[in-house]
């Protein structure tokens, strides 16, 4: 006998439900409670939960502890398990749940189908539903279709995320633009204004188009990425160096500096994801997307091309080599490593015969499961110690402020091979070290 339904209470759009505590779901909850909302988080694994709870967020996100604690001790913020307790009296609910690539790189929608059932259920009288998690063109409009019609039936609104992990807070508190799409406009005002802060440039349009943007916008970054690693081996080639060259280019409004840092090319759990579901959408509709897979491919040929860097600044010789490596995390300011540099460079020095030690200020634990047998340190002066080699993977500001004489000295070489453009190359050829990076000219001892 199914459930009376529940009774349609009024709702408010002061009155919030996210649904998935990953870290856009956890952020947006945090942000909007604080920001004055009564957020209820809905989140179903019971670890996950108990920190919550405990105001401890289950990843590394600067900053999100402190005001995780404050918005839960102000009751702005409840956690809770059960979606008709975190729809009650809920004007918007949110889901942001995970849309994980399946083998081929198609989104795996049954997260978010799974969630928008149950909020759809569980609507109140006037309530909106918004998908906030990464889903193919189309998702929306398809999913809004497919729902029972008729009265009570909760506008579908597409509303995608722009966090990045590290600034996720910030990226919500100042966001540089908002997008909202579906057909029901007044919903869409809604969600609007739920997420605008003072101004915030907002397109409203629709579902396939709002969907089409996230895609576009991660893809176009990666794109950036990967074109300035191809223009880096032509700085190799002919003696210019990368990071003028992309201060010159940068400088160009229309272009911008932003995402022009060569290195070892783009990993975290989006763009990855999100180019080869674009690649994906593009070839199941028809039209050929190469330049997607172009940036895939190169993406991929930067961290090989890497290890020979590595390999051909030990003169050849990587078998027993000791090589100690900077940084796990597929960025610096986050524990992720989805998809992280380091993961394949690891492997394929230690493949090679190399014989690595890492080091990562907060991505260790994560880190350790995924490369067996690699030693972790957590103090790296202690994981430079007797190295042929130091290799920078993620730019983390703490490899920056490392006293490099003393690493020097405790290192069996001063060699330094750096991955992120993020060090001083003029200044650690003055303590006597040989410094090569990606796309400039290598620095030897004066
Ligand atoms: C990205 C998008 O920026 C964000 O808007 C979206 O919501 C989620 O995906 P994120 O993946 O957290 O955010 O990190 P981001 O700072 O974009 O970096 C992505 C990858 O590109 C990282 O591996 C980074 O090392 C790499 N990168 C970034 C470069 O290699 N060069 C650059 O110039 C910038």
């Given at each position: 006998m199914p459930?009376?339904?529940?009774?349609?209470?009024?709702?408010?759009?002061?009155?919030?439900?996210?649904?998935?505590?990953?870290?856009?779901?956890?952020t947006t909850a945090v942000g909007l409670a604080e920001d004055g909302r009564q957020v209820r988080l809905l989140e179903i694994d019971e670890a996950r939960l108990q920190l919550l709870r405990e105001g401890r967020a289950p990843i590394h996100e600067p900053g999100l502890d402190e005001?995780?604690?404050?918005?839960?001790?102000?009751g702005h913020l409840e956690v809770v398990q059960d979606i008709t307790e975190g729809m009650a009296g809920a004007g918007i609910a949110i889901t942001a749940v995970g849309t994980p690539p399946t083998v081929d790189g198609e989104a795996d929608l049954?997260?978010?189908?799974?969630?928008?059932?149950?909020?759809?259920?569980?609507?109140?009288?006037?309530?909106?539903?918004?998908?906030?998690?990464?889903?193919?063109?189309?998702?929306?409009?398809?999913l809004a279709a497919g729902r029972r019609r008729g009265h009570g039936t909760p506008p579908l609104v597409m509303c995608p995320e722009f966090l990045r992990e590290g600034t996720a807070l910030e990226d919500l508190r100042r966001p540089a633009r908002l997008v909202v799409?579906?057909?029901?406009?007044?919903?869409?005002?809604?969600?609007?204004?739920?997420?605008?802060?003072?101004?915030?440039?907002?397109?409203?349009?629709?579902?396939?188009?709002?969907?089409?943007?996230?895609?576009?916008?991660?893809s176009f970054l990666a794109l950036k990425i990967?074109?300035?690693n191809e223009l880096a081996q032509l700085c190799e080639a002919t003696g210019a160096d990368i990071e003028s060259v992309a201060d010159g280019i940068g400088a160009d409004p229309r272009i911008g500096r932003g995402f022009l840092n060569a290195g070892l090319g783009y990993g975290g759990s989006c763009f990855p994801k999100d180019?080869?579901?674009?690649e994906n959408v593009a070839a199941y509709h028809g039209p050929s997307f190469w330049m997607l897979q172009a940036a895939i491919d190169v993406n991929a040929q930067q961290r090989r091309r890497f290890v020979g860097k590595v390999a051909s600044a030990l003169g050849g010789a990587v078998e027993d080599s000791r090589i100690a490596v900077l940084g796990l995390a597929f960025k610096p300011g986050t524990d992720d490593m989805r998809q992280a540099a380091s993961i394949d460079i690891i492997r394929y020095l230690a493949d090679l015969g190399a014989?690595?030690?890492?080091?990562?200020?907060?991505?260790?634990e994560r880190a350790t499961p995924l490369l067996p047998g690699?030693?972790?340190?957590?103090?790296?002066?202690?994981?430079?110690?007797?190295?042929?080699?130091?290799?920078?993977?993620?730019?983390?500001?703490?490899?920056?402020?490392?006293?490099?004489?003393?690493?020097?000295?405790?290192?069996?070489?001063?060699?330094?091979?750096?991955?992120?453009?993020?060090?001083?190359?003029?200044?650690?050829?003055?303590?006597?070290?040989?410094?090569?990076?990606?796309?400039?000219?290598?620095?030897?001892p004066d």
């Open positions: 459930s009376a339904p529940l009774a349609l209470s009024t709702c408010s759009d002061q009155t919030v439900c996210v649904i998935g505590a990953g870290y856009v779901g956890l005001v995780l604690t404050r918005v839960l001790r102000a049954r997260q978010v189908e799974r969630a928008l059932a149950q909020a759809t259920e569980a609507a109140g009288e006037g309530a909106v539903v918004v998908i906030k998690s990464t889903v193919p063109p189309g998702t929306t409009a398809r799409g579906g057909d029901d406009r007044q919903a869409c005002a809604r969600v609007a204004e739920l997420f605008s802060r003072g101004g915030t440039p907002t397109h409203i349009t629709d579902s396939t188009s709002a969907e089409l943007v996230k895609y576009g916008s991660n990967s074109f300035i180019v080869r579901a674009l014989v690595v030690t890492a080091t990562d200020p907060v991505a260790i690699i030693a972790m340190l957590a103090d790296p002066y202690a994981c430079v110690t007797g190295a042929d080699a130091v290799v920078i993977v993620t730019e983390w500001a703490e490899f920056r402020g490392l006293d490099w004489d003393r690493v020097g000295r405790l290192a069996s070489r001063r060699l330094v091979v750096d991955g992120r453009n993020c060090l001083d190359g003029r200044e650690l050829a003055r303590l006597g070290y040989t410094y090569v990076s990606v796309g400039r000219r290598s620095q030897t």
